[in-house]
């Protein structure tokens, strides 16, 4: 199957949820089970990461949906995925082989005691479900990063499916025993390795559209090994898209693959124009990211302030089935305050992309409750003014 590189956008674009006409009625529950895992991270500026990829799709999606969605112990649960991921509760099964892994380790970053371990687990199953707090403590009151030993204990519990969550209260983890929070008919480890492999190379797929085979194998932090030892038997179709394969020599990693599904009819609808969180999986794969739509995005949030060229949690455009630019947002009482909107290419397409940068701040402002946007710095510098009309002329 040979596609332009258009169509790949478009189908991927599809494939995300962000081409066509939006299924309201499955909600954040059917964007969850489309996509197959949605990234967590504490950062929260608009909102936290794993709001904000609902939103994106469905618009403005009130924090009761995605926590009734996530966390209400039946429909999903966490686990490591493409990283921490809240995951589909039929998934379950798919983890298999990575929990077999992590029993077999020997080696932990974090000691934890035998004792400590089984205290743990004895506490969780006497007292019900229980946070880290509960179990004596996240924290030895240093950094966030220095945990308890009940909390180092706990999470390797939930590394080997020993406990797992299905709850949050408030950010913290709840935590309980698989059999208690697991439906009966997926508590099972029964899949082997090469299954659970297939199914989620599988899925990934389809939560992607088109994807090389490195794409693949990043969705949910596969090896290639992995992806190429079960890529015969997932039903995705060798295709070919113009302009993705590198110059010079071309590797297994580079090889495409799209989901049938995804080929049964051209890719057309209405386009969504947001802003995405820098974890949403339209762009956390970032060498993806820049061969779909020639766009460039790293998350600055780590970088010191005097090093940062974009801003701290600079949150991708997308208008039109293309990335046109970035904007770092911050909230100030009842304003949305743009710190730095910067465009793609030169002044001309900065001006021609201010509406829908407008457009996309504006539904962000309503969204979060502000009354008003406000831009303070613009690259390129003279799109400033186009921009600052183009706010105030759209309705928050």
Request: charged share 25%; with cysteine.
């Amino acid at each position: 199957m040979a596609l332009s590189a258009g169509d790949a956008r478009r189908i991927a674009l599809r494939a995300q949820g962000l081409l066509g006409a939006v299924d309201r009625k499955a909600g954040v529950t059917g964007v969850l089970r489309r996509l197959g895992a949605v990234q967590l991270d504490t950062i929260s500026v608009l909102a936290r990461s794993h709001e904000l990829l609902p939103y994106a799709r469905l618009g403005a999606v009130g924090r009761p949906a995605v926590e009734e969605a996530y966390w209400n112990g039946d429909l999903a649960f966490e686990y490591w995925s493409h990283a921490a991921c809240v995951l589909p509760m039929e998934e379950w099964p798919l983890f298999a082989f990575r929990r077999r892994a992590a029993r077999a380790r020997t080696s932990w970053y974090r000691q934890v005691t035998d004792a400590v371990y089984a205290k743990v687990l004895d506490q969780l199953r006497a007292e019900g479900p229980l946070t880290a707090t509960d179990l004596g403590g996240a924290k030895n009151g240093g950094p966030w990063w220095d945990w308890s030993e009940a909390k180092s204990a706990v999470e390797r519990a939930l590394m080997v499916g020993d406990v797992v969550c299905t709850r949050r209260r408030g950010w913290k983890r709840v935590y309980d025993l698989p059999e208690r929070a697991i439906p009966g008919d997926l508590l099972h480890d029964d899949l082997t390795d090469a299954e659970c492999l297939r199914r989620l190379v599988a899925r990934a797929g389809a939560a992607m559209g088109v994807a090389t085979q490195a794409d693949l194998a990043d969705y949910h932090r596969l090896t290639l090994a992995q992806v190429e030892s079960v890529i015969a038997e997932t039903g995705l179709v060798a295709a070919e898209v113009a302009d993705w394969a590198p110059a010079g020599r071309v590797t297994t990693a580079h090889r495409v693959w799209a989901d049938p599904a995804a080929l049964s009819g051209p890719p057309r609808g209405r386009h969504r124009t947001t802003l995405l969180s820098p974890f949403d999986s339209l762009v956390w794969d970032r060498p993806r990211t820049e061969r779909i739509f020639g766009f460039t995005h790293r998350l600055e949030a780590y970088v010191p302030a005097p090093k940062r060229v974009y801003g701290y949690f600079s949150m991708p455009l997308l208008a039109g089935g293309q990335l046109l630019g970035r904007v770092d947002p911050a909230r100030e009482r009842g304003t949305l305050v743009a710190r730095h909107a910067a465009f793609e290419g030169g002044v001309a397409q900065a001006v021609r992309s201010a509406p829908a940068m407008a457009e996309a701040l504006a539904e962000a402002a309503r969204w979060v409750g502000c009354g008003e946007v406000r831009v303070e710095r613009t690259t390129p510098a003279e799109a400033h003014g186009a921009l600052v009309a183009e706010v105030a002329r759209t309705p928050v």
